[in-house]
C-alpha cells in the first residue's frame, strides 16, 4: 500500500493566487515527519517546510504553510500569493520513526505538477 | 560551494562502460543517501550511508556500487548498467544523531542525469 498519496497529478493556478496541494500519508508509528519538496526542471529538490506529528501548531515558511490535519492523515501544502517561479513538481515526503543507524528513511508521494499561468 | 554538489550533471554511458557519480557535501553532515528518480515512478531510496557506514541497500542490482570514503563524499559506482537504469540520480545529506528520532531534513543535490544506451 502507498504510503504517500498525491492524487493531483498536475493544477494550474492563476498567479497571485493562493493554491493548496493534497497529501495524505499513511502510517501506525506515532512518531513521523513529513516534509515537502519543490522540484523545478532543473531536477534540484528543494526542501520547503517540515511538520513533525507531535507538533502542535502547522508549520509556516514564508508564503508556504502545511495544513496539517492529524486524524484525517493529511498534510496540505499550502501557497499563498503563487509566483511564476512557483512553476515545478512538488513532493509530499514522510519520515517514520525508524532510524537506521541515525539516519532516516524518507518515502515519497508521486508529485503534483503545478503551473502558474500568468 | 555550498550546500549539496553532483558530478556530472549529465552522463551519457554505453551498457559495457564504466562510470562514476560523485556527491559532495559541504554542510557538515553525517548521513549521505542516494535515491533514483524514474519517469512516473516515485523518489526511491538506493543507499543510506551513516557515518561512512553504509545501513541501507534497498535491494539495487550490483550493478550499483556506492563508496562513502569520509562523511562529505558519496559516490555511485556505474557498470554493465541497463538502458531501464536510465533516470536521475540524486544525493542527499542530513545532519542525523544516533540517539533517538531526529527531525533534521535532508538536503539533496541537483541530480545526474543518466541515460544508458
Known amino acids: 500500500a502507498q504510503k504517500i498519496t498525491q492524487t493531483q497529478p498536475g493544477m494550474f493556478v492563476q498567479e497571485k493566487e493562493a493554491v493548496t496541494l493534497d497529501c495524505t500519508y499513511d502510517t501506525s508509528d506515532p512518531s513521523y515527519g513529513l516534509f515537502w519538496y519543490k522540484q523545478p526542471s532543473s531536477g534540484e529538490m528543494i526542501f520547503l517546510i517540515y511538520q513533525g506529528s507531535y507538533d502542535q501548531q502547522n508549520a509556516t515558511e514564508g508564503r508556504y504553510s502545511l495544513n496539517f490535519q492529524k486524524a484525517r492523515k493529511s498534510a496540505n501544502l499550502v501557497i499563498s500569493a503563487s509566483q511564476l517561479g512557483d512553476s515545478a513538481m512538488y513532493f509530499c515526503a514522510m519520515r517514520e520513526g525508524t532510524i537506521i543507524q541515525g539516519a532516516q528513511k524518507l518515502v515519497f508521494g508521486q508529485g503534483t505538477r503545478l503551473t502558474i499561468n500568468p | 560551494e555550498t550546500g549539496v554538489t553532483q558530478t556530472p550533471r549529465h552522463l551519457v554511458m554505453g551498457m559495457t562502460n564504466k562510470k562514476s557519480l560523485k556527491c559532495e557535501q559541504h554542510l557538515g553532515h553525517n548521513a549521505m543517501y542516494w535515491y533514483k528518480q524514474s519517469a512516473k515512478k516515485p523518489l526511491e531510496l538506493m543507499f543510506v550511508?551513516?557515518?561512512?557506514?553504509?545501513?541501507e541497500n534497498n535491494s539495487v542490482p550490483s550493478r550499483f556500487s556506492p563508496e562513502c570514503p569520509n562523511s562529505s563524499h558519496l559516490f555511485l559506482h556505474l557498470h554493465t548498467l541497463q538502458p531501464e537504469d536510465s533516470a536521475l540520480y540524486l544525493c542527499?545529506?542530513?545532519?542525523?544523531?544516533?540517539?533517538?528520532?531526529?527531525?533534521?531534513?535532508?538536503?539533496f543535490g541537483p541530480g545526474t542525469r543518466l541515460t544508458v544506451l
Open positions: 542527499a545529506s542530513s545532519q542525523d544523531r544516533n540517539s533517538g528520532i531526529s527531525t533534521d531534513t535532508q538536503y
Open positions: 550511508y551513516s557515518l561512512e557506514e553504509r545501513v
